[in-house]
């Protein structure tokens, strides 16, 4: 049984461009939530979604957006990429809102 | 705002000691608390995980130990092993209200055990 698998496994952008990040949760898993990792930090929760609808949202601006698919995949966009986006970009899902979360290995976004 | 505050940030141990980490929180709106660990370059792991009924939860080597009312929470690592060597994350997940099921995630703990 895989686990969450994320793609790709690393990126480099430049200021200003758009970035798409994609995740595949556990089998059985319909609830997917993203985090962003700064190097030397915890994760920062940036949205979740179920049923294909963003649910919660953490203190991230309007660029930073999402989308979950019927397979309950999803893509985390983030528009206007500043040299503060460089992170660690995890995906983590779950069999429910209120279940334990497992992560992905996670994206990693430079930004130059 | 800082919900949770974890310590140490590092932690240094030689091979068959017992390793303390520990984190404390701000406010009572949180029903779940899980431990994870996280190796360089990979995605954090859960460990162990304790729900605020329970006082202590032990795994193998790993424990929790839980303090409700002093809102405080460890995490204990018997007989540590080289292998153990990783960052360690407190977290706490949201009970309700507009951030319900979100994870909280401490600072981190850097463990190094020595052989």
């Known amino acids: 049984d895989a686990g969450v698998t994320q793609s790709p496994t690393h990126l480099i952008k430049t200021r200003g461009q758009q970035v798409t990040l994609r995740c595949s949760p556990k089998?059985?898993?319909?609830?997917v939530s993203w985090y962003q990792q700064a190097l030397g930090q915890g994760p920062q929760f940036i949205f979740q979604?179920?049923?294909?609808?963003?649910?919660q949202r953490g203190n991230f601006p309007d660029r930073f957006s999402g989308h979950q698919f019927p397979n309950y995949s999803s893509e985390l966009n983030v528009n206007a990429l500043l040299l503060g986006d460089s992170a660690l970009y995890l995906c983590?899902?779950?069999?429910?809102?209120?279940?334990?979360?497992?992560f992905g290995p996670g994206t990693r976004l430079l930004v130059l | 705002q800082q919900q949770v505050k974890q310590s140490p940030q590092s932690l240094i141990v030689q091979k068959g000691g017992i390793s303390i980490i520990n984190c404390a929180y701000e406010?009572?709106?949180?029903?779940?608390f899980p431990w994870y660990q996280q190796f360089p370059g990979k995605g954090p792991a859960l460990l162990i995980a304790?729900?605020?009924?329970?006082s202590e939860k032990k795994e193998g080597r790993f424990t929790i130990s839980f303090n409700k009312s002093a809102k405080q929470f460890s995490l204990h690592i018997m007989d540590s092993q080289p292998g153990d060597s990783a960052t360690y994350f407190c977290?706490?997940?949201?009970?309700?209200?507009?951030?319900?099921?979100?994870?909280?995630f401490g600072q981190g703990t850097i463990l190094t055990v020595h052989p």
């Open positions: 979604y179920y049923e294909e609808e963003e649910r």
């Open positions: 304790i729900r605020p009924d329970v």
């Open positions: 983590a899902s779950s069999p429910a809102i209120l279940e334990t979360q497992y």
């Open positions: 406010n009572t709106a949180f029903d779940y």
């Open positions: 977290a706490l997940r949201n009970a309700g209200g507009t951030s319900y099921g979100k994870l909280t």
């Open positions: 089998s059985g898993h319909d609830t």
